[in-house]
């Protein structure tokens, strides 16, 4: 069974005076992740009135993530981009006590971290900066588009704590090197390899094409609370975990996010993974035949760029057919009481995607009539509904200056 077809508690949101937003954009941080699945959530009730031993529950979700993973060991923390911090962090440190609490200060240690210029991205916030929390320096290798095994090897040092590779719709997508390639050039060296696959479905293939650590999301595809997962070699996981009287200490979970995380991963490993594919493709059916013969709108099934198991509807959109551009289309549907999320980061090239997977039952009905609501408004209007894409980019920025107002 799918986790969304699930009972649900009442609605909350009108009480506290939100909007009901329907998310056919993805697992977005900015508008709460994804659908906690329920065994996720039961299990955080179940242990929020009781005390537990951390170090013990941790030792528990370190069994959870190995058999799920294929790991030796694993912990949570409170995000996968903590995870990247505390791994890089575990590296630089090794399991030295007074090196973990003289971060980020780096004086004596290793402390430059590789990393393919491809693979520098903004997920929220940048990577880099993510890995320089630690107090570690980034060295990128290669160029945007071009990185080779050469370039990878005259960057590593004595210095080279560790290398960070990108597995993301947010990275480059060719002329970089495979994850198998790049971490056998650093194992040659004695670096580790440090995988960010916040986003990926594939559990256990980053670690057989080389990681050392890898990290995932726990409030992305598999469904659970806020956390990041860190999985991989025992001694590696060991020293990242040690954070925790460092610089992890800022970023602590929980015991409902490491419980909660637990859950989720262990309802990922039971569900149903074939329905889910059919209900969401059914999903795009629906919608694409409600789009079909509209004028200036065009669609297709578009895969996930990484490989996940996973397609999304592209809405193609021609102004002057249509009399809208695709972004005041996505602005118009964020409109209401009900605004619908769609996945705009590609809206410059006259398109979004609709993205099927966090949908709660009946939605997709909603969204599809949303969808043709505006477009008929849209057709009315004399001149084309178009606004300056650049106003629309720095409207974001704007609003987080007025905000709390
Ligand atoms: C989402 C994401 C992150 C951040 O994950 P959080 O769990 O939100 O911290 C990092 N890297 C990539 C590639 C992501 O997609």
């Known amino acids: 069974m799918s986790d969304n077809q699930e009972q649900q508690p009442a609605d909350i949101r009108p009480q506290l005076g939100l909007r009901q937003v329907i998310n056919v954009n993805g697992t977005m941080t900015y508008l709460g992740a994804s659908v906690v699945v329920k065994k996720a959530r039961d299990a955080m009730a179940a242990l929020l009135p009781q005390f537990v031993e951390m170090d013990d529950l941790q030792r528990k979700a370190s069994a959870v993530i190995a058999e799920a993973c294929g790991t030796e060991a694993g912990f949570i923390t409170s995000s996968a981009a903590s995870g990247i911090t505390v791994a890089v962090a575990g590296a630089m440190t090794g399991p ?67 290398a960070v590779y990108v597995v993301s719709h947010h990275a480059v997508q060719y002329g970089l ?100 594919a059919n209900k969401e493709m059914s999903y795009l059916q629906l919608w694409s035949n409600a789009l079909a013969g509209r004028p200036g709108i065009s669609t297709d099934t578009v895969p996930d760029p990484t490989g996940n198991p996973l397609n999304r509807l592209r809405v193609k959109v021609n102004p002057e057919q249509a009399r809208i551009t695709a972004w005041d289309l996505a602005d118009a549907l964020m409109r209401g009481d009900k605004p619908v999320s769609v996945r705009d980061h590609e809206v410059e090239h006259g398109w979004f995607f609709l993205d099927p997977c966090n949908l709660h039952p009946g939605q997709e009905h909603e969204v599809a009539q949303r969808l043709i609501e505006e477009l008929e408004i849209a057709l009315q209007s004399p001149t084309v509904i178009a606004t300056s894409l650049e106003r629309r980019r720095n409207r974001k920025f704007e609003a987080l200056l007025r905000w709390p107002g």
């Open 177 to 276: 090197m495979p994850l198998d390639e790049f971490s056998a050039v650093c194992h040659e060296r004695g670096v580790p390899v440090i995988v960010d696959a916040a986003s990926e479905y594939d559990l256990k293939k980053f670690i057989r094409d080389g990681a050392d650590i890898v990290l995932y999301s726990a409030q992305k595809f598999l469904g659970g609370p806020t956390a990041g997962i860190v999985a991989g070699h025992h001694q590696l996981i060991r020293d990242a975990y040690l954070q925790n009287s460092g610089i992890g200490r800022a970023m602590k979970v929980g015991k409902e996010g490491i419980i909660g995380a637990m859950a989720a991963l262990q309802a990922w490993a039971k569900r149903d993974h074939l329905a889910v």
């Open 96 to 162: 030295d006590f007074a090196a973990i609490e003289q971060l980020p200060d780096t004086t004596g240690l290793k402390n430059e971290v590789v990393v393919m210029t491809g693979h520098m991205v903004h997920y929220g916030a940048p990577i880099e900066q993510g890995i320089r929390l630690s107090g570690a320096k980034v060295i990128q290798v290669g160029q945007a588009t071009f990185a080779r095994r050469y370039q990878l090897d005259a960057a590593i040092t004595e210095r080279t704590a560790c």
